[in-house]
């Protein structure tokens, strides 16, 4: 238990589906991530948020839309995806996005399916 | 963009020693970090360096040269709990983390 929170564990959808991940931390930290990890490859940061304010978005397709309505709270709303959108998709969160010590604590991560 | 590389799988006895070495070229560095992930499980902190030499915590240790851009991650006498994906991840100089692919450690009776 790192104190980091997701649902759900499993998605599976559709490419017309609207679905959306939730992820929530009461670690007290200021900056939460999404991260994609997919088979055989490294975790690709998708989106960052310090303080509740986007600071990343690392050319992430429109299909996938972030939503932190408090520092606790991170979502990840996802609709008409692509099959090779299909990975396992990480929330972690740590202090701050500026501390440069400071590990970032993850949750289990959504093994999400698109068929 | 970074590039950070790691050996993709390892397999060692029980009872053994493995080290996964771990390059990286960043723009910046502001520290290393070493996570193991178990199949289905959250990435967990393991190592943090940000100076040379070695950080030493029980049976795991971590190595850092930042000339060389070299990491390597020791794991000693070796238990069959030990079998997970070891992460290499560097903060660069805007303090983003970002990954290797890992490399799967298979431990053996």
Redesign the interface.
């Known amino acids: 238990e790192?104190g980091?929170t997701q649902t759900p564990r499993h998605l599976v959808m559709g490419m017309t589906n609207k679905k959306s991940l939730k992820c929530e931390q009461h670690l007290g930290h200021n900056a939460m991530y999404w991260?994609k990890q997919s088979a055989?490859?490294?975790?690709e940061?998708m989106f960052?948020y310090n303080f509740k304010e986007q600071t990343?978005n690392n050319s992430v397709p429109s299909r996938f839309s972030p939503e932190c309505p408090n520092s606790s709270h991170l979502f990840l709303h996802l609709h008409t995806l692509q099959p090779e959108d299909s990975a396992l998709y990480?929330c972690a969160s740590s202090p701050s996005?500026?501390?440069?010590?400071t590990?970032?604590?993850?949750?289990?991560?959504t093994r999400l399916t698109v068929v | 963009g970074q590039n950070i590389d790691q050996p993709t799988e390892m397999t060692a006895t029980e009872g053994a020693i493995v080290q996964i070495n771990c390059t990286y070229q960043t723009s910046g560095f502001n520290g290393l970090f070493w996570y193991q992930q178990h199949a289905g499980e959250a990435p967990t902190f393991l190592s943090y360096n940000v100076l040379d030499g070695l950080e030493e915590k029980g049976r795991f240790s971590s190595f850092l040269s930042r000339s060389k851009g070299y990491s390597y991650l020791l794991l000693k006498e070796l238990q069959m709990k030990d079998s997970a994906s070891y992460l290499c991840a560097v903060r660069d100089g805007d303090y983003k983390l970002s990954f290797g692919a890992g490399t799967t450690v298979t431990v053996r009776a």
Request: no cysteine; proline share 4%.
């Open positions: 790192t980091v991260y055989k490859k490294p975790l940061l960052v990343e990480l996005e500026w501390d440069s010590n590990e970032a604590f993850f949750g289990q991560g």
